[in-house]
């Protein structure tokens, strides 16, 4: 159902928009932490670290993908927020476009090249065969990720949230099923549990492509729709390209931080891929409120809702805050129980290590959550360069911190990097939001409700 959010009470439509895209992309995250949960009970450590050295070169071209996406969706939600409803079938069918000859050429050198890249990174010889057999079949289906993340990004920014999350409920369900049978029944490792997740994807995929030609009118495109509006797609790219560039800036530099892990050892591989999962578990909801905050703020901004824009940023930032809370609290309590979730009985010994790095985690995910809503606002206001030269700035003094504080510390030093990093980005945002604040005519001009 689509949802006009330039009128009504903010709250209740920020939090609601919001709640799905939370069980979205959690649900998201159920893919890779199925597999990795699955392959570390069935097929053991050596599988586990293969699996695990894989995600950082997977998570790249993702989140370049969904960059892509979320700067088409500004564009999108500001056409709805203003009745510019041509303009909004020509960038979905613009970026359908573009994106379909992108995501097959990022497959093909993907799958080529599988082998040449966890090289680079020094994945050990014991796990490297598994680990390419991973990799190279996630990248064959890349094109199901994007053409997912394109449809629901265009739904998202008519203001339905529900419909791509039970799409994706069902997806994850369907992964979940098709692991244990093709890893815990079949046992086919590596390759079953890369194998369940295109298929979850592709079912992804078509399930909101078939929604929209039913159910959406105003994003159904006939044959006579699907041309390429060059104007459009530049403006796309200047969105998309910085924000794709943003998104990919995180993986590579836990891509940075796994070549210095690998080294250390295959159990220290293992338990770094285990509190990654519940990393991206807990960073994701924040993540998932700024995106809720970018899509208020666009629609508003496009319809001259000024006061609106104001207040919907006032309330992301309490909301990133309330989760803050639940999330330190959950994990302070239930660490150990998730660590055991990763492993088999003969593992144990990386329970205590990925605990006491859990542990600092749950007080250091306060920045992030500060940092997220303030790029969920530059995102809506359409000033994507700040969330890029931010996160260049936060990952740069993360692995900088990496490489002084794991050689003494271990796992533990890679918290403390996460904690620099952080610090440093609120150091650039928060005076750059000011200084915007200033100068932004619809930030200072008052209207009414």
């Known amino acids: 159902m689509m949802k006009d959010m330039t009128k009504g009470n903010i709250p209740k439509q920020l939090i609601g928009f919001s709640i799905p895209l939370v069980l979205g992309n959690l649900f998201q995250l159920t893919y890779n932490a199925v597999d990795s949960i699955v392959v570390g009970k069935f097929a053991g450590e050596k599988a586990l670290a293969a699996v695990g050295t894989g995600n950082p070169v997977m998570n790249i071209m993702i989140l370049g993908i969904t960059g892509i996406c ?40 993907g799958a080529i090249f599988s082998g040449s890249i966890l090289g680079l990174l020094q994945v050990p010889e014991e796990i490297m065969k598994d680990a390419v057999i991973y990799l190279r079949v996630i990248f064959l289906g890349m094109p199901f990720t994007f053409f997912y993340n394109a449809v629901a990004s265009a739904l998202r920014s008519v203001g339905d949230s529900k419909t791509p999350v039970r799409f994706l409920a069902f997806a994850s ?11 815990g029944v ?75 892990i690998n080294p250390l050892g295959v159990s220290t591989i293992a ?45 992301g930032l309490f909301t990133q805050f309330g989760y803050w809370v639940i999330i330190c609290v959950v994990i302070l309590l239930c660490k150990e129980p998730v660590m055991r ?93 000011y200084w915007y604040k200033k100068r932004s005519k619809l930030l200072q001009e008052k209207t009414d409700d």
């Open 271 to 315: 338990a770094f891929n285990a509190v990654n999962r519940v990393d991206d578990f807990a960073f994701t909801p924040e993540q998932s409120i700024a995106s809720g905050m970018m899509t208020f703020i666009a629609q508003n901004r496009g319809a001259g809702n000024k006061e609106r824009v104001k207040k919907g940023f006032r309330y």
């Open 173 to 183: 369900v369907l992964n979940a099923v098709l692991d244990l049978l093709l890893v």
């Open 186 to 260: 079949f046992g086919m490792s590596v390759f079953g549990a890369a194998l369940s997740t295109i298929i979850a994807e592709a079912a992804s995929a078509v399930l909101c492509i078939w929604h929209v030609y039913r159910k959406v009118p105003l994003l159904r495109l006939g044959k006579q729709d699907f041309r390429l509006d060059r104007d459009l797609l530049g403006l796309t790219l200047r969105h998309g390209s910085i924000t794709a560039l943003q998104q990919s800036c995180q993986p590579i530099g836990k891509l940075l931080i796994q070549g210095m």
């Open 70 to 109: 979320i700067g088409a969706s500004v564009l999108m939600s500001e056409f709805y927020g203003s009745g510019k409803y041509d303009r909004l079938k020509k960038e979905v069918s613009t970026i359908l476009l573009f994106g379909t000859y992108f995501s097959l050429a990022v497959a093909i050198l």
């Open 341 to 433: 979730l990763f492993v088999s009985e003969g593992d144990t010994g990386l329970v205590p290590l990925g605990s006491k790095y859990l542990g600092l985690m749950a007080f250091f995910y306060l920045m992030p959550a500060f940092t997220n809503g303030l790029q969920g606002f530059f995102r809506g206001m359409g000033d994507m360069s700040i969330t890029l030269i931010s996160t260049l700035i936060q990952i740069s003094v993360r692995v900088v911190f990496v490489s002084l504080l794991v050689p003494v510390m271990g796992l533990t030093g890679v918290a403390f990097a996460c904690l620099a990093g952080w610090s440093c980005m609120l150091l650039v945002e928060v005076p750059y939001y």
